[in-house]
């Protein structure tokens, strides 16, 4: 998959209601949605790996939802690309509920023992500290509430205040897509990468110091 341009002006931008029917309408038409999720994980890595120099560690908190499945195929490849990654979750990867999510990450779970912190509470700090980059998978276009649910708005919190390369998958965490209004506790990236097209509130000035410079990845119909 080729590096997802930056987003401009000229870039198609939805609403998210119109996004979940394009999603569908795609699967309609013969793609799972597991393969959109194998290609937003890779272009969600490929975008990581511009960000980091060949040795470096890379976290991904993944929520237990389909943005999180996004992370997981990302450590995965960014993982066989040689980069040291670990992965936070809430839950262990067969306890996942949503699909392609738990699929997504019992494939990548294999491959990582001793490398996923199953998180109840606080992410560990030594995961926080050193990274190159630490990539926010939590929530989805989904979100639209004035306040994140624990423990993800103090993963956020300590998110924030990590080093390195701050990078968000489809929409910071703590962001409405839709409107782009931000909770009370909300990711900072650096670079968001969005897949299939900008949702109308990542193109709101309120969005742009939580986005960071926003990439856009459209996908591929097969």
């Known amino acids: 998959m080729r590096l997802s341009s930056p987003a401009t002006e000229q870039s198609p931008t939805l609403d998210v209601a119109k996004v979940i029917e394009l999603e569908k309408s795609i699967e309609a038409a013969g793609t799972p949605l597991s393969v959109l999720m194998d290609q937003a994980g890779a272009a969600l890595a490929e975008l990581v790996a511009a960000q980091c120099d060949p040795e470096s560690r890379i976290l991904v908190v993944c929520g237990s939802g389909n943005n999180g499945g996004d992370g997981w195929v990302a450590a995965r490849l960014l993982e066989e ?125 309120e969005a742009a110091p939580y986005t960071g410079k926003l990439f856009l990845a459209p996908l591929e119909e097969r």
């Open 81 to 205: 690309q040689g980069f040291a990654v670990t992965i936070a979750t809430p839950k262990v990867a067969e306890q996942i509920c949503a699909q392609p999510a738990h699929d997504a990450a019992v494939q990548t779970a294999k491959g990582f023992a001793g490398r996923i912190e199953v998180c109840e509470d606080a992410i560990p700090e030594d995961a926080l500290e050193g990274n190159a980059a630490v990539v926010d998978c939590i929530l989805g276009t989904g979100f639209d509430h004035d306040q994140v649910k624990e423990p993800y708005a103090h993963w956020i919190v300590q998110m924030n205040g990590a080093c390195g390369a701050k990078i968000a998958c489809d929409t910071p965490s703590g962001l409405s897509a839709q409107t782009g209004r931000s909770a009370k506790d909300c990711f900072h990236a650096d670079v968001t990468i969005t897949m299939l097209a900008v949702k109308t509130g990542l193109a709101t000035p």
